[in-house]
Nanobody
C-alpha cells in the first residue's frame, strides 16, 4: 500500500525557519509527483509546491516561491519542504500527497495523502 508520512512540524517563531519531511513507501518514487499542501482551520486546502522526476520544482504563487523550497532525495524516498521567514498566517496542517508522473495544479488530482503535520507560527 502506498504510504506517505509527514514529519518535522511544530512551533516556530515569526521570521524563523522550519524543515518538513515526507517519507514515502509502497510505490516507485521516480515515477511519482509529490506535492506539499497546507490547510488552515476554516480554509480550503491549498497547494504550496510540487516536484517530480521529470519536472523541476513548481510553486503555486510567487509569494509562496519566495519563502518555500521543495527538494527531492530519491535515494531516501523523501521529499522535503523548507519554509523561511515564517508568518503567523503560515499556521496550518501541512500535507504531502502523490499522483502519477507529473505535477498538477488541482488538489483533487492527488490520490494518496499523508496524515499531516501541524505547523504553528507564534511567539
Amino acid at each position: 500500500q502506498a504510504q506517505l508520512v509527514e514529519s518535522g512540524g511544530g512551533l516556530v517563531q515569526p521570521g524563523g525557519s522550519l524543515n518538513l519531511s515526507c517519507t514515502t513507501s509502497g510505490f516507485e518514487l521516480d515515477y511519482q509527483a509529490i506535492g506539499w499542501f497546507r490547510q488552515a482551520p476554516g480554509k480550503e486546502r491549498e497547494l504550496i509546491s510540487c516536484i517530480s522526476r521529470s519536472e523541476g520544482p513548481t510553486y503555486y504563487s510567487d509569494a509562496l516561491e519566495g519563502r518555500f523550497t521543495i527538494s527531492r532525495d530519491s535515494a531516501k524516498d523523501t521529499i522535503y519542504l523548507q519554509m523561511t521567514k515564517a508568518k503567523p498566517e503560515d499556521t496550518a496542517i501541512y500535507f504531502c500527497a502523490q499522483r502519477p508522473y507529473r505535477c498538477s495544479w488541482k488538489v483533487d488530482a492527488y490520490g494518496h495523502w499523508g496524515q499531516g503535520t501541524q505547523v504553528t507560527v507564534s511567539s
